[in-house]
C-alpha cells in the first residue's frame, strides 16, 4: 500500500447511466486491440493486457465458486 494518495477527482455517479444504460461489447480490433466497452465506460487493452485480465478474471471466478477469498 501506497504511504500518500492524492485524491484527484471526486463525485457520485447515477446507479442508471443516461447512455446506454444496458450494453456490454467486447471487440477486437483485429488484432491490433482489445475494447471492452459497459454502460458509457470504454476500456482499451492490448491483446497481451487482455489475455492476462481474462485469465485473472476467469482464476477470480474459480475461487469464489469453491469458496476462496
Known amino acids: 500500500m501506497n504511504v500518500f ?7 457520485s455517479v447515477n446507479e442508471e447511466p443516461e447512455l446506454t444504460p444496458d450494453k456490454f461489447v467486447i471487440e477486437d480490433n ?8 459497459y ?10 493486457d487482455f489475455d492476462t485480465f481474462a ?3 476467469e482464476n477470480a471466478i474459480q475461487s469464489i465458486d469453491n469458496g476462496n477469498s
Open 5 to 11: 494518495s492524492y485524491v484527484l477527482a471526486q463525485d
Open 30 to 37: 483485429v488484432g491490433e486491440a482489445i475494447h471492452i466497452h
Open 55 to 57: 485469465t485473472n478474471v
Open 39 to 48: 454502460r458509457n465506460l470504454r476500456i482499451e487493452m492490448s491483446v497481451s
